[in-house]
C-alpha cells in the first residue's frame, strides 16, 4: 500500500497553467504505476494520464494529448501533471492513483489519493 497526497490545485483562467503534484509514501514508489483521473460533477471518473515505472513510457487521453505531461521524480517519490492551454471543461477534481498495470481505466489502481479541485474559468 501507498499513500498519495495530490496539491497543486486552484483557480485559472482559460489558456492558463498549473501542475499538479502526487507525493507518495514508502520506499516502493518506484514499483508503481502512477495514473492522473478526473471527475467533473455529475460525471464519471475519467483518465487523463498514465506513466510507467521508470517514467519511459507515458499515455494520454486524447482530450490532454498536447496540452498536458505526466512525468515522474522516483528520487522524490513524486508524480506530476503539467497542465498547459486550460479549458473550461478541464474542470474537475483530478486524483493520482498508483498501480501494478498500466491502465487507463480506474479499476486496476489500488491506491487513490483524495483529489484536488482545478477550475478553469472562461
Known amino acids: 500500500q501507498v499513500q498519495l497526497v495530490e496539491s497543486g490545485g486552484g483557480l485559472v483562467q482559460a489558456g492558463g497553467s498549473l501542475r499538479l503534484s502526487c507525493a507518495a509514501s514508502?520506499?516502493?514508489?518506484?514499483?508503481?504505476?502512477m495514473g492522473w483521473f478526473r471527475q467533473a460533477p455529475g460525471k464519471e471518473r475519467e483518465f487523463v494520464a498514465a506513466i510507467s515505472r521508470s517514467g519511459g513510457s507515458t499515455y494520454y487521453a486524447d482530450s490532454v494529448k498536447g496540452r498536458f505531461t505526466i512525468y515522474r521524480d522516483n528520487e522524490k517519490n513524486t508524480v506530476y501533471l503539467q497542465m498547459n492551454s486550460l479549458k473550461p471543461e478541464d474542470t474537475a477534481v483530478y486524483y493520482c492513483?498508483?498501480?501494478?498495470?498500466?491502465?487507463?481505466?480506474?479499476?486496476?489502481?489500488?491506491?487513490w489519493g483524495r483529489g484536488t479541485q482545478v477550475t478553469v474559468s472562461s
Open positions: 492513483a498508483a498501480g501494478i498495470l498500466v491502465a487507463t481505466t480506474p479499476d486496476p489502481y489500488n491506491n
Open positions: 514508502g520506499r516502493t514508489f518506484s514499483r508503481y504505476t
